[in-house]
């Protein structure tokens, strides 16, 4: 492991090791610990007591955080060209079909969303090698698959994000901001954990909240009392 700067041993020394903080007092820590010149993004890690290997495991959802994410989300909408007008008014960012699953299977994926209609998936469906690894295939479950376009795409601007547990069955999500208020990141990730915590597969005994970390870029992470995030 490379060397601690200076800020990063302070960053490190104002974080209690073994405390499990509360949902308010770690949103103000993770404000007072970032050190970047830059606006870090805030992340959620949360580990579950779950086999992701188990299809009945599994945990797989949306959430539309009340504060958004603080990032501006690339939209691109596949479609056809009577949903392209409802597409650009609602503020998608590429709108189109042919041309853009060429540019697609040449290798371009620079946008962080892509919504379509299921009139037009089976074109889609073709880019799912290309789509698939990088998280971008649209999907009925997350809601990218839609006639309501329009709809989609204005959820996702508003900080809908959609979220699936890894193979070591940690759930990641970025939160905000650095430079969100404490208040703000604390709704969010209240509004995160209990959205998870509501798809608790059935199959899942004994304990399924295992850890909650938040973290900013660069800065240690802070670990939550689930207690006082759960409604």
């Known amino acids: 492991m490379s060397k601690l700067t200076k800020k990063q041993k302070i960053a490190f020394s104002k974080v209690e090791p073994g405390k499990a903080y509360k949902a308010s007092e770690a949103s103000e820590l993770v404000k ?3 050190y970047t010149k830059f606006d870090a993004s ?5 580990r579950l007591g779950v086999d992701p290997r188990k299809a009945n495991q599994m945990v797989r959802g949306v959430v539309t955080l009340p504060h958004g994410t603080g990032k501006q989300t690339r939209v691109l909408v596949l479609c056809t060209p009577d949903k392209e007008a409802e597409a650009t008014a609602a503020g998608a960012d590429f709108v189109g079909l042919d041309d853009y699953i060429e540019k697609i299977k040449g290798g371009w994926t620079d946008v962080d969303v892509i919504i379509t209609t299921p009139t037009v998936m089976a074109k889609v469906g073709a880019l799912g090698r290309i789509l698939g690894p990088r998280g971008l295939m649209p999907n009925p479950k997350t ?3 839609t006639m309501d376009v329009a709809k989609a795409v204005s959820e996702v601007k508003a900080g809908k994000i959609d979220f699936k547990v890894d193979k070591y069955g940690i759930v990641h999500s970025r939160i905000g ?3 969100f ?3 703000q990141l604390t709704e969010n990730l209240k509004e995160f954990v ?4 509501k798809l608790k597969p059935q199959a899942v005994k004994g304990s399924y909240v295992k850890s909650i970390y938040i973290s900013s870029t660069m800065s240690p992470g802070i670990q939550i009392d689930p207690k006082s995030v759960e409604n």
Request: hydrophobic fraction near 50%; glycine fraction near 4%.
């Open 143 to 145: 809601g990218t698959v």
């Open 194 to 197: 209990n959205v998870v915590i």
């Open 177 to 179: 901001k650095v430079s």
């Open 32 to 34: 007072e610990i970032s």
């Open 181 to 183: 208020s404490a208040e």
């Open 42 to 46: 805030v992340d959620v890690d949360m």
